[in-house]
C-alpha cells in the first residue's frame, strides 16, 4: 500500500493527528498537509499524492463534519481504515512550566477533551484550526505563558517542550480514519477473513422502503457497522450511508444487494476493505 516515493495527504498542519496517523499507517510515505478535507481529496485526482488519510469519527467527538458528504461525491476509493489514539499533551516553549502558564490553544474538539487539566491550571482556552496549528502559534509567540494542546509530535515538529504528558480526560479517546485510492484496491474474498464494505444509496418512494432495503442484509446474516442518513433539500432523506460487514463476492452479500437494488436507487460501492484488528480489541 506504500513505497517510498509516495506521498499520502491530509488535512491540517503538519503534526496534526491526521499527521500522526499518516505516519503509522503509512511510515514510508511522505505526508502531504493540505488546508481542507477537499484539497485533500483534490491532491489524490490531480496526482499530488496517492493516497488521502481522512478522519471520519471520534469517540469523543462523535462523526466528522462534512467527510461524510465529500465521500460519495470525491471521486476516490476506501482501500484501509485505521484507528489512531488520541494522546493529548500540554506543550509549551523551552523551560515553561506548569505554574506559568496562563492560555491554552487547540482544535474546537480538543478543548473539550482536557477539561480537568484546563481547570485545574486555570487556564484560558483559545481555539486554533488544528491542535498543530496552536503548536506553531505557540512557538512563534515564544511566551511561557502560553500553551498548545497537540500531540508529542507537534511538539517535536515545533521545537516545544512537553510539560505535561496524556492530559486527555477520557482514555479511549480514539480517532478512526479512512485511507482513500484514486483506484478501487478490493482485496480477494476469504471467508475466514473480515471485511467492510461502504456504499450510499437513496431509497425509491414506496412504504417502507429503507426497512425493506435493509431487510437483504439481515436474512444473509450480514450485520451494518454504520448506518447514516443525509438530509436534501426541503428536510427529506435523500441518501444513506451504510458500512456492511461482507465482502461483495460472498455469496451471502450478492443475494442482499439483489434485494437492496429492488428497493433502493444509485447504489454505489465506495470500497472493500479488512477490518482493522482495533476491532476485535474493542470487543
Known amino acids: 500500500m506504500s513505497n517510498t516515493k509516495s506521498k499520502i495527504a491530509f488535512q491540517g498542519h503538519e503534526g496534526a493527528y491526521s499527521d500522526l496517523a499518516c505516519r503509522a499507517a503509512c511510515p514510508d510515505m511522505q505526508t502531504l498537509p493540505c488546508a481542507s478535507f477537499e484539497d485533500a481529496f483534490k491532491a489524490v485526482r490531480n496526482g499530488d499524492a496517492h493516497l488521502a488519510m481522512i478522519p471520519v469519527d471520534n469517540t469523543l467527538a462523535g462523526r466528522v463534519a462534512d467527510v461524510h458528504h465529500l465521500l460519495p461525491a470525491g471521486g476516490l476509493y476506501i482501500i484501509a481504515e485505521h484507528f489512531q489514539a488520541i494522546r493529548h499533551a500540554l506543550l509549551g516553549v523551552k523551560g515553561a512550566k506548569p505554574e506559568d502558564l496562563k492560555h491554552a490553544h487547540s482544535h474546537v474538539h480538543a478543548i473539550p477533551q482536557c477539561r480537568k487539566i484546563i481547570k485545574k491550571l486555570g487556564l484560558q482556552p483559545h481555539v486554533r484550526a488544528d491542535t498543530a496549528a496552536a503548536a506553531a502559534r505557540v512557538a512563534e509567540q515564544g511566551d511561557k505563558s502560553h500553551a498548545a494542546i497537540a500531540s508529542s509530535l507537534a511538539a517535536e515538529i515545533y521545537g516545544l517542550d512537553v510539560i505535561i504528558d496524556d492530559v486527555q480526560d477520557e482514555d479511549h479517546n480514539t480517532t478512526r480514519f479512512l485511507i482513500l485510492s484514486g483506484d478501487p484496491q478490493v482485496p480477494a474474498y476469504n471467508e475466514n477473513e473480515k471485511f467492510l464494505t461502504s456504499l450510499v444509496y437513496g431509497v425509491r418512494n414506496i412504504p417502507a422502503a429503507l426497512y425493506k432495503s435493509l431487510g437483504g442484509f439481515a436474512t444473509n446474516g450480514l450485520s451494518l457497522a454504520k448506518l447514516e442518513s443525509y438530509v436534501g433539500e426541503g428536510f427529506n432523506v435523500a441518501q444513506f450511508y451504510a458500512e456492511v460487514e461482507g465482502h461483495p463476492d460472498s455469496r451471502a ?31
Do not use: M, P
Not at 257 to 270: N, T
Open 253 to 283: 452479500f450478492q443475494l442482499a444487494r439483489e434485494e437492496l437494488d429492488f428497493y433502493a436507487s444509485e447504489v454505489k460501492i465506495l470500497g472493500t476493505y479488512s477490518a482493522h484488528s482495533f476491532r476485535e480489541s474493542a470487543v
